[in-house]
């Protein structure tokens, strides 16, 4: 009987004992599923988390896009790199007016050739990857004229081709001077030579005014846009509105999406807004300032103001949405006839753009101006007009400027430093590195 009672207590033990294995067994098969399920998770948490910020980053930077745009007009340069990065050197001038004294000392009998205005910075300008001007007088047919109503010759165009230059802006406040009919002569000559120089501002129809312009230089895709505030009284046709974008409380959407669209499509936005208060030196108005935010908001990359006709302030912009542009308020005349000091002192914009793994910026410490001097002198037969660097110019070359022996009996090579200092301070430099 004992016996008995052993071997059942034994092996009711054993069953207890058996049970008790089972279920650590259980528990233990429980806590590596738990543990299976926590380590799943995790490991899709940072998945999510990694998709998350690879998004925002190919968000925030601008890489290059898939090539949507309507016009573009592609290069040929090299790639320059640098450690891998692609790289761009940019040069930008200020306004080129033909005034009569320009077309006169142009004249050759049979035609005109305006080549010797840029000749002393032709191979400076050449030698950047990507080179703009503002053709401020429309390209109209004839017959020519000067101030107040320009029509220039499209030897002007070819000439501004010769000095290297990549991008021709049209979009100013002389662009009506001619008439729509100018306007559609200027359009067809700067499309003939398409394959030189892309003309920016002026535009054929509707659905035209609408594209971005795109130039593509060392596998490096700009967005250029010209707009203007005004075009000194005249009015488009209603039906013809499409021919110059204005800038007004009307076409601030419009200008507004234009600019976005274009940050989308291109890698670096460039805005060349002809806007300001002729002959302000130095500080903005408001409206430009104003404009300046919202083409930096929009997505712009550099802004390249013109019309003053004088130099004003650099600055970079950084907008409530964290985009960041730098502004040359006023790049000042480059060629013109006007005089007084103030207007003969430019500024050449000079900077480096480059792409690398985080997109596609403005090179640090790259931003700098050049300051210009047109030389003008009209002791002589013929009279002489041209661009200098203002490091290149002298003080014999001062004596005999028509500002100096018209205008302005303090005109010197020492006032010109002095002034450009006073706009352009750090940010100058004496001329285009090589």
Known sequence: MDNRNNRKRSSTNRSSSNRSRQAALARRKKQRQRLIIRIITILVAVALIATFVLGAISCNNKKKKEPQPETENVTTEAISQEDGKKQVTLAAVGDII??????????????????????????DISSVDLAIANVETPLGGGPYTGYPSFNTPDEMGLAVIDAGFDVALQASNHSMDSGTDGIRHAIRFWKSHADQILMVGLHDSAEEESQIPIITVNGISFAVLNYTYGLNGYEL??????????????????????????????????????????????????????????????????????????????????????????????LGNFVSNQQYTDLVLGGMAYLVIEQDEQGTHIK?????????????????????????????????????????????????????????????GSWMIDRIPH
């Open 98 to 123: 033909a005034h009569d004294t320009i077309l006169n000392l142009a004249e050759t009998g049979d035609g005109y050739d305006f080549s010797s205005l840029f000749a002393l910075l032709k191979n």
């Open 237 to 330: 046709p209603y039906e013809e509105d499409y021919l110059i974008t204005l800038m007004n409380d009307g076409t601030r959407d419009f200008i507004r999406d234009q600019v976005e669209r274009a940050s989308s499509q291109a890698d670096f936005v460039i805005v060349c807004p002809h806007w300001g208060e002729e002959n302000r030196v130095g500080e903005p108005t408001y409206e430009q300032e104003d404009w300046a935010m919202l083409f930096t908001e929009a997505g712009a990359d550099l802004i390249l103001g013109t019309h003053p006709h004088v130099i004003e302030d650099i600055e970079w912009i950084t907008a409530d949405n964290g985009n960041r542009a730098l502004c040359y308020y006023s």
């Open 364 to 424: 640090d410490d790259s931003a700098k101006v050049i300051p210009v001097v047109t030389h003008n002198d009209k002791t002589g037969d013929p009279v002489v007009i041209q661009a200098y660097y203002l490091a290149d110019y002298t003080q014999d070359l001062a004596d005999v400027h028509d500002t100096y022996l018209s205008f302005d009996g303090d005109f010197s090579v020492s006032l010109l430093e002095q002034k450009a200092g006073n706009v352009f």
